[in-house]
């Protein structure tokens, strides 16, 4: 608050040797005192917001440049009193609001800079008709990312060096699940084939050479293979058979069928536990996970989820923290389960729909794509797993890679001005200022 020296208003006053205003004279130095008071409001600094006197504020004290008082009228003196009250508190109402308005910019500008966020990095067109993609893989050592073109039955392989196609491969009707294994240097696709094929059970498993791309074999993969996972130790391949209800096992040596274990339901996503050295897999329509012995094909557990996961079809693991990833579909949910107890340590909100999900092991960070276009972000903290971020990415946007070693996610978006498109993405995780939390939407409930 400004001195009470500063509460005040100069004028311009009579020199000395002037004959003294009378009543005549008081229109034209109220009009003078007037310009003045107005003339230093405007020429002064809005952080000092002060108007310069030695007259008190509101009592109406006119003075010469001696000091000598100058009289007025009872009510020019109440009317120039008001008049430099105004300019005054115009004044500090034109600066406090100019203060608040770079305060609230500041704010702004400093939040939006620190808050998480997902850009693209680049948009490349890809081959074929604008229809649906489903899994991709990611070869690390030869920086190639494999691409279930499903609705064009082919395959896209991507160099992710030169952010480029390399080969369009046809003959893979209905493609969904990918897997590389490059130990072997095999790809292995999921042909569920026609609608015919799907009734009679005739879905293959085609086997690719990673390096030349040539198809090196065609196993039999029961009705509608999806999700596989491989198993070093035994040289075998276990594939979600999602409407036989059943995991089917495929010797990769020999490139055959070498058995097949009934689920007791519809099949979602199979993973390996290389920690445990089991098999696991979704029994999405019963809400059970189950656990095979792979040595023996048998499940020698059953891990009931709770009532608040409704078609458990998504999985994953983070073998470090001990943690399974489960992406309930049918109300969009994500449920972090601890594989030291088999106990739920969180249940988290996803975008509707939620398919496929990817894991940076080296950023710690957790990606959920959905159906509805939608990818939800979390931070995978030793056991601690919070949402960073979830926002609209494209339309059916349900499938996503990340590369380790960059940190770039990969996402096939099937329409985009009529083209199909891969678009290459970067998390920026949030900074000190908004911490772990960001600002998504949606609810969190932890369970621990």
Same mark, same amino acid.
């Given at each position: 608050?400004?001195?009470?020296?500063?509460?005040?208003?100069?004028?311009?006053?009579?020199?000395?040797?002037?004959?003294?205003?009378?009543?005549?004279?008081?229109?034209?130095?109220?009009?003078?005192?007037?310009?003045?008071?107005?003339?230093?409001?405007?020429? $002064?600094?809005?952080? $000092?917001?002060?108007?310069?006197?030695?007259?008190?504020?509101?009592?109406?004290?006119?003075?010469?440049?001696?000091?000598?008082?100058?009289?007025?009228?009872?009510?020019?003196?109440?009317?120039?009193?008001?008049?430099?009250?105004?300019?005054?508190?115009?004044?500090?109402?034109?600066?406090?609001?100019a203060v608040t308005l770079l305060a609230l910019? %500041?704010?702004?500008?400093?939040?939006?800079?620190?808050?998480?966020?997902?850009?693209?990095?680049?948009?490349?067109?890809?081959?074929?008709?604008?229809?649906?993609?489903?899994?991709?893989?990611?070869?690390?050592?030869?920086?190639?990312?494999?691409?279930?073109?499903?609705?064009?039955?082919?395959?896209?392989?991507?160099?992710?060096?030169?952010?480029?196609?390399?080969?369009?491969?046809?003959?893979?009707?209905?493609?969904?699940?990918?897997?590389? !294994?490059? %130990?072997?240097n095999r790809v292995y696709v999921s042909v569920?084939?026609?609608?015919?094929?799907?009734?009679?059970?005739?879905?293959?498993?085609?086997?690719?050479?990673?390096?030349?791309?040539?198809?090196?074999?065609?196993?039999?993969?029961?009705?509608?293979?999806?999700?596989?996972?491989?198993?070093?130790?035994?040289?075998?391949?276990?594939?979600?058979?999602?409407?036989?209800?059943?995991?089917?096992?495929?010797?990769?040596?020999?490139?055959?069928?070498?058995?097949?274990?009934?689920?007791?339901?519809?099949?979602?996503?199979?993973?390996?536990?290389?920690?445990?050295?089991?098999?696991?897999?979704?029994?999405?329509?019963?809400? !059970?996970?189950?656990?095979?012995?792979p040595t023996t094909d048998a499940i020698v557990?059953?891990?009931?989820?709770?009532?608040?996961?409704?078609?458990?079809?998504?999985?994953?693991?983070?073998?470090?923290?001990?943690?399974?990833?489960?992406?309930?579909?049918?109300?969009?949910?994500? !449920?972090?389960?601890?594989?030291?107890?088999?106990?739920?340590?969180?249940?988290?909100?996803?975008?509707?729909?939620?398919?496929?999900?990817?894991?940076?092991?080296?950023?710690?960070?957790?990606? !959920?794509?959905?159906?509805?276009?939608?990818?939800?972000?979390?931070?995978?903290?030793?056991?601690?797993?919070?949402?960073?971020?979830?926002?609209?990415?494209?339309?059916?946007?349900?499938?996503?890679?990340?590369?380790?070693?960059?940190?770039?996610?990969?996402?096939?978006?099937?329409?985009?001005?009529?083209?199909?498109?891969?678009?290459?993405?970067?998390?920026?995780?949030?900074?000190?200022?908004?911490?772990?939390?960001?600002?998504?939407?949606?609810?969190?409930?932890?369970?621990?």
């Open positions: 608050m400004p001195r009470k020296s500063e509460r005040s208003c100069e004028v311009v006053a009579f020199s000395r040797g002037q004959r003294s205003p009378g009543l005549s004279m008081a229109p034209k130095l109220y009009r003078q005192r007037q310009e003045s008071a107005i003339c230093r409001a405007k020429s $002064e600094s809005y952080s $000092e917001c002060r108007l310069d006197s030695g007259a008190p504020l509101m009592t109406g004290r006119l003075t010469t440049h001696r000091g000598e008082p100058v009289v007025l009228p009872r009510h020019l003196r109440t009317l120039a009193a008001l008049v430099a009250s105004a300019v005054r508190f115009r004044c500090c109402m034109i600066r406090a609001a910019l %500041s704010t702004v500008v400093a939040v939006a800079a620190s808050a998480p966020s997902l850009a693209t990095r680049a948009t490349i067109r890809l081959p074929g008709s604008p229809s649906r993609f489903d899994y991709l893989s990611l070869d690390g050592a030869l920086h190639r990312l494999f691409i279930s073109h499903m609705g064009d039955g082919r395959v896209v392989v991507f160099d992710t060096v030169h952010n480029r196609v390399l080969a369009d491969l046809p003959g893979f009707e209905g493609d969904t699940g990918i897997t590389v !294994v490059p %130990s072997i569920t084939g026609s609608l015919l094929n799907r009734a009679f059970g005739s879905g293959k498993v085609a086997v690719l050479d990673a390096a030349t791309l040539r198809v090196i074999a065609r196993i039999p993969g029961g009705r509608f293979p999806d999700g596989s996972a491989y198993v070093p130790q035994l040289h075998r391949l276990f594939v979600s058979d999602e409407f036989g209800g059943q995991d089917l096992v495929i010797d990769t040596v020999a490139d055959q069928p070498a058995g097949r274990i009934p689920l007791g339901g519809s099949a979602g996503m199979t993973v390996f536990d290389p920690t445990s050295g089991k098999v696991m897999v979704n029994v999405q329509s019963r809400r !059970v996970l189950a656990v095979i012995q557990r059953r891990v009931a989820l709770p009532a608040a996961c409704v078609h458990n079809h998504g999985l994953l693991l983070d073998d470090a923290a001990r943690l399974a990833f489960i992406a309930c579909d049918g109300n969009a949910r994500l !449920v972090v389960l601890d594989l030291l107890d088999w106990r739920v340590t969180g249940i988290h909100t996803l975008g509707k729909d939620p398919d496929v999900l990817a894991f940076d092991p080296t950023r710690k960070l957790l990606y !959920v794509a959905s159906e509805s276009g939608v990818i939800s972000v979390f931070s995978v903290s030793g056991r601690d797993v919070r949402k960073l971020w979830q926002g609209y990415v494209g339309d059916d946007a349900h499938s996503v890679a990340v590369d380790p070693r960059t940190g770039l996610l990969y996402v096939p978006i099937r329409d985009v001005d009529g083209h199909p498109v891969l678009r290459i993405m970067a998390f920026a995780p949030p900074s000190p200022m908004t911490g772990h939390d960001g600002d998504p939407p949606g609810r969190t409930k932890n369970l621990r």
